[in-house]
């Protein structure tokens, strides 16, 4: 059940990235597999620093208790997840003319093609960068709970990196094919759903 947890984990840290590509797919803004790839590595980075870190703080706990520790975070971040789905955008809006690093973080998520900052319809790898960063950020809270729980670190990087890539190309690919926009505005919630259930079993088992 462990390695299920790992691959369910690395779905569940990847459905935005699912977002990102049905937005890409619907605007028709292409995704190179070198940028692809590049966003995998900062999200997989991102990922065994906070396992790590998880370990770290584990080994004050005594085992049941990281592992409830654990659980709960991951719970938590699931439950977090699904409330953004029901607040106001506008509260996250801001004027993409700001030079706040996090402001500027903050539109891309609400706004993923603010990335092909050179209007190309294709995001280089330079471009990838603050877009593999943001996304690299839904990492490290489920790596940090994962971590307690003592799950394999190299595991779960590997599972992130190889759904992050799949996921982006997944979404472009079916945005070219089918209209997206419901299951696109649903992601939080499938998110948020599948890290309850997972937090949920690794506090009780």
């Not at 462990?2 to 840290?13: M, N």
């Not at 394999?152 to 472009?172: D, K």
């Not at 499938?190 to 937090?199: D, F, N, R």
Request: charged residues 10%; hydrophobic residues 50%; proline residues 2%.
């Amino acid at each position: 059940m462990r390695l299920w947890t790992i691959i369910f984990l690395g779905i569940a840290a990847n459905l935005d990235n699912l977002g990102i590509g049905l937005t890409y797919g619907l605007k028709k803004i292409k995704v190179p597999f070198k940028s692809n790839l590049f966003i995998a590595v900062l999200s997989g980075i991102a990922t065994l620093l906070s396992v790590f870190f998880g370990y770290l703080l584990s080994d004050f706990l005594p085992p049941k208790l990281a592992n409830t520790f654990g659980g709960l975070i991951v719970s938590m971040i699931g439950i977090w997840t699904i409330i953004q789905q029901y607040l106001p955008q506008s509260q996250y809006k801001q004027a993409n003319t700001s030079k706040s690093f996090w402001v500027k973080l903050g539109n891309l998520i609400n706004n993923p093609a603010l990335a092909d900052q050179d209007g190309s319809k294709t995001i280089s790898v330079s471009e990838s960068l603050l877009l593999g960063f943001a996304l690299s950020l839904n990492c490290l809270g489920t790596g940090l709970g994962a971590g307690m729980t003592r799950l394999h670190s190299f595991g779960l990087t590997i599972s992130i990196m190889f759904f992050s890539l799949l996921a982006i190309y997944a979404g472009t690919q079916i945005a070219g094919r089918y209209t997206s926009t419901h299951l696109e505005n649903n992601v939080n919630l499938l998110t948020g759903l599948i890290l309850i259930i997972i937090g949920i079993y690794e506090i009780i088992f």
